[in-house]
């Protein structure tokens, strides 16, 4: 699976979009773009994942560029609850690797 | 919405005992995985499974470590001899298919003392 490379930390204000970049410059062509989410010690949670086209659903857009070197999850009102470390991964369907990912939070 | 269920939620155990550690996946998933997480460091990958077998694991999954469906509803990791270096949160996974995204289960806490 391609290395991705996020950003360690962000902060957002409440009621703001928040936007976490992910570089993934090494990815294939059969490698899908997914996003998780934990917040503090709890299991990962699945955000959105996609493999060309942008994609949204209930939780977060998810915007990858047309060479797909580089993708953003968008989390268009981010909330107090949204704080957590995000996770960016690209994987061929191949079992997750999870990196560093960012410490999003959150503030009022 | 379907839960993965993982039990129980703390166990502490004396170093040298064996541990089982259950987890009961989306009834109608399909591919199965382990992964820990030490205190303060990285989700690390162990084992996945499909079709009753292990599909990969990584180096971490050495012969201390067995995973097992025993009755097509239970997954299970088994370590068998814990050591002071295997405390950590262990989070069960499953997923429907490999275009889906996992499920995580709140995991269990083991301390090895």
């Known amino acids: 699976d391609a290395k991705t490379t996020q950003p360690t930390s962000m902060d957002c204000a409440e009621g703001r979009a928040a936007n976490l970049p992910c570089n993934h410059s090494t990815i294939s062509g059969n490698e899908y773009v997914y996003w998780y989410r934990q917040i503090h010690s709890q299991g990962p949670q699945y955000i959105i994942h996609?493999?060309?086209n942008n994609e949204t659903n209930e939780m977060a857009s998810l915007i990858i560029t047309e060479d797909r070197k580089s993708s953003t999850l968008i989390l268009p009102h981010a909330t107090l609850r949204d704080t957590a470390v995000y996770y960016c991964i690209a994987s061929s369907n191949n079992d997750m690797r999870f990196g560093a990912g960012t410490r999003l939070t959150v503030k009022p | 919405e379907p839960e993965v269920t993982q039990t129980p939620s703390h166990q502490v155990t004396q170093m040298g005992q064996e541990v089982i550690l259950r987890c009961v996946p989306i009834s109608n998933h399909l591919y199965f995985y382990w992964y820990r997480q030490i205190l303060g460091q990285k989700v690390e990958f162990l084992v996945s499974?499909?079709?009753?077998?292990?599909?990969?694991k990584s180096e971490i999954f050495d012969d201390q470590f067995s995973v097992e469906r025993p009755d097509g509803s239970n997954f299970t990791l088994k370590i068998r001899s814990t050591k002071l270096e295997d405390s950590a949160m262990y989070f069960c996974?499953?997923?429907?298919?490999?275009?889906?995204?996992?499920?995580f289960g709140s995991g269990t806490r083991l301390t090895v003392v």
């Open positions: 499974f499909y079709n009753n077998e292990i599909s990969e």
């Open positions: 996974a499953s997923r429907l298919g490999t275009d889906y995204g996992y499920t």
């Open positions: 996609g493999l060309k």
